[in-house]
Every structure is written in C-alpha cells, then in structure tokens.
Antibody
Framework: QVQLVESGGGVVQPGRSLRLSCAAS????????MHWVRQAPGKGLEWVAV????????YYGDSVKGRFTISRDNSKNTLYLQMNSLRPEDTAVYYC????????????WGRGTLVTVSS | QSALTQPASVSGSPGQSITISCTGT?????????VSWYQQHPGKAPKLMIY???NRPSGVSDRFSGSKSGNTASLTISGLQAEDEADYYC??????????FGGGTKLTVL
C-alpha cells in the first residue's frame, strides 16, 4: 500500500527541539524528492522544506531557515524534520508529501502530525 | 517568499460554475508552468486536483480544469456538486527552487 505516515508530534516548550519522522511504504522512496508542508490551526498550507531524492539538495522556507533541518535515510525509507528553537508560531499540523517523479507537484500526502509549541 | 494571492471565499449553487484565481509573480506562477491545485476537506490531507497548470490526475473529475495567463492561474469547477465544498489551494514552483502556496479559498456550495 502506497502511503506516508508521520510521527513525532506533540507538545513542546518554546525554544526546545523536536524531530518529526515520515515513514514511506509501497513505493521506491529513494527515487523521489520529499517535502514538509505545515498548516497552523484554522490557517492555510505553508511550504516548509524539500530534499532531493539522494539528499544532496535541500531548500527551506524563510520562516524556518536556520532552525529546521530536513534529512532522509533511504535505507530506512524515512524522511525527517529536525526542528530547533521552536516558537509558538510553529504550532501546526506537519504533513510530509511526495513530489511526483520528475515533476513539481505533490502527488502523495501523509495524514499529518500535530506539533504544539506552548509553555 | 510571499504567499500567492487567492480570494478568501467563493460560492455557487449546484450545477453552476465557479473560478478561483491565484496570483503570483514572474518568479513563480508567471515564470513556470508548474502550478498545481489541491482540495482539502476539513480534517483531511490535501488532494491533488490539477498539476502543471491544466492537467488532471487520473480519477479527478473532468469538471475540474485549470488555466494560466501571465502571473495569474485559475481553477474552474463546472457543474458544482455538494461534495466540491472544501478549501482549495494553489501552489507553484519558484525561481529559488522553493515552493509557495496560495492563502487558500473556501468554496461554499449554496
């Protein structure tokens, strides 16, 4: 079954760190670029970061640059998002999404994991 | 990385057609044919509806269509149905190799 399953969300204090994971199954994970997209409660989608299929290229949204790090382990079919120096405005559902092969759109999404940054 | 501009809300009656606009710049929407549209129902993950401006994935109704002129892309839904009521987001590739979403449009089927 082709799917993405996020985990690692929870409640964390401002300034602390959290690592999200996204487990991929049912497809050749190592062939696809992968993204993180987030959605604050009641708000719209915000693109967070992308990593190339082999991990050699990474790009970030301005709001997370320097604080978040995207990575992947193709041997474990898993995508990660290391989030440091968390702020209340980082509170959101975080989705991982697959970039369609050789294209620039998201053709597969996970169900998301909720991160709440609060003291 | 400013968000693409979409109307906050649109509405239409069953059977009617509606169009949602998505305005960017020459560095994103206007510079590439890489605009995609996503439908999101409450509490659900987004679903791809249109890619590369005007292409429909298999399984998406042909009532959904996309187009682009200059820095503005559009999503048209014809023959509105109750199940079309959802939030819709446009997205574009950018000249910085990043991606950007629109602010989202809430579609109400009256």
């Amino acid at each position: 079954q082709v799917q993405l399953v996020e985990s690692g969300g929870g409640v964390v204090q401002p300034g602390r760190s959290l690592r999200l994971s996204c487990a991929a199954s049912g497809f050749t994970f190592s062939s696809y670029a992968m993204h993180w997209v987030r959605q604050a409660p009641g708000k719209g989608l915000e693109w967070v970061a992308v990593i190339s299929y082999d991990g050699s290229h990474k790009y970030y949204g301005d709001s997370v640059k320097g604080r978040f790090t995207i990575s992947r382990d193709n041997s474990k079919n898993t995508l990660y998002l290391q989030m440091n120096s968390l702020r209340p405005e980082d509170t959101a559902v975080y989705y991982c999404a697959r970039e369609s092969y050789g294209a620039e759109f998201f053709d597969l999404w996970g169900r998301g994991t909720l991160v709440t940054v609060s003291s | 990385q400013s968000a693409l501009t979409q109307p906050a809300s649109v509405s239409g009656s069953p059977g009617q057609s509606i169009t949602i606009s998505c305005t960017g710049t020459s560095s994103d929407v206007g510079g590439y044919n890489y605009v995609s549209w996503y439908q999101q129902h409450p509490g659900k993950a987004p679903k791809l509806m249109i890619y590369d401006v005007s292409n429909r994935p298999s399984g998406v109704s042909d009532r959904f269509s996309g187009s682009k002129s200059g820095n503005t892309a559009s999503l048209t839904i014809s023959g509105l149905q109750a199940e079309d009521e959802a939030d819709y987001y446009c997205s574009s590739y950018t000249s910085s190799s990043t991606r950007v979403f629109g602010g989202g449009t809430k579609l109400t089927v009256l």
